[in-house]
């Protein structure tokens, strides 16, 4: 039998994602940094006003990336969930529990910066309509994940619980992305489309887009470090923690 | 450009509430949860030192 160039199984174990992912987060961060800076730049110095929101648009610069963040952060546990559970591989559960708590945040920011955006705009922090619903019932399945998870004792009992969770709860991300087609609906259709040419200036796009990979490259370093956290609190008792160089005295 | 002034720059043509309010959240609570998981490594690490260290010591 061939040998593969990586093993990809190698780095399913916890042991070696452990160090794997402490090279790997430093690069991310950076990136994060590096493109956020680039994203700012051109969202306050370079975008030019709208002509009907006035500055107040500004807000989209953050608003379309967290949003998208929080969804495709969604796909991404429920990505990490079906693998455990076809696989039973350990670390699959873990990135799904680092993963959660950033989720959340991105699905609270895309919330938040809606609130702030609808107020000058619409005229209301909140309505009952199906795109802003969505994303609270996304909210809410992030909480749910997070909460069940944490009352649960055995650790992969827990994962085979949140697995459960995550995969039932990413239906709701198709709904909440088609929402603006599907009903009715205060919140306008989406600026960006795969088919169809964007809808506002090059420049206003390259900042949402700049903003997106700074949030994307951002949500990786975090994840990857929040996984090293909950790999020594599951691995305690194993000897490779006890070998780590940063174990000893 | 887009600002003649700093002043104008944090006004935000009379939306600087909503704009920075969105912005300055943002950027707070990505800095807590950075700081959050910061903590969360470091307090796992030094737990599992102390009890390493006292299991070496029980074996002595």
């Known amino acids: ?249 | 450009m887009n600002w003649g002034s700093a002043s104008e720059f944090f006004a935000m043509g009379g939306y600087g509430f909503y704009v920075w309010g969105s912005f300055g959240v943002t950027a707070a609570a990505l800095l807590i949860e950075t700081l959050l998981v910061k903590k969360r490594l470091g307090d796992t690490r030094r737990l599992l030192r102390r009890e390493l260290a006292a299991d070496r010591e029980s074996q002595d």
């Open chain 1, 1 to 249: 039998m061939s040998q593969p160039l990586i093993n990809w199984f190698k780095f399913a174990s916890p042991a070696s994602f452990y160090p794997l992912a402490g090279k790997l987060w430093p690069w991310f961060a950076a990136l994060a940094t590096a493109f956020a800076a680039a994203g700012l730049w051109i969202s306050f110095f370079v975008a030019p006003t709208d002509f009907q929101q006035g500055e107040g648009y500004r807000i989209i610069f953050i608003h379309v990336p967290a949003s998208w963040m929080s969804m495709f952060i969604y796909c991404v546990m429920a990505f990490w969930s079906a693998i455990g559970i076809g696989f039973n591989t350990r670390l699959s559960g873990m990135m799904s529990s680092a993963l959660a708590p950033t989720g959340a945040l991105f699905a609270f920011l895309s919330l938040w910066t809606g609130a702030l955006w609808g107020k000058p705009m619409w005229g209301a922090w909140w309505v009952w309509d199906a795109r802003l619903t969505s994303e609270l019932i996304l909210l809410f399945l992030y909480l749910g994940y997070i909460a069940l998870t944490a009352a649960i004792d055995d650790p992969r009992r827990a994962d085979k619980a949140g697995a459960i969770v995550s995969l039932v709860g990413v239906i709701n991300v198709p709904i909440i992305y088609f929402s603006v087609k599907w009903w009715n609906t205060l919140h306008q259709g989406a600026s960006v489309s795969m088919t169809k040419a964007p809808t506002m200036a090059a420049t206003m796009l390259w900042g949402m887009l700049l903003m997106a990979l700074a949030f994307w490259m951002y949500s990786i370093a975090v994840a990857l470090y929040r996984v090293r956290a909950i790999i020594l609190e599951r691995e305690r008792h194993a000897t490779w923690v006890a070998e780590l160089p940063e174990m000893q005295r």
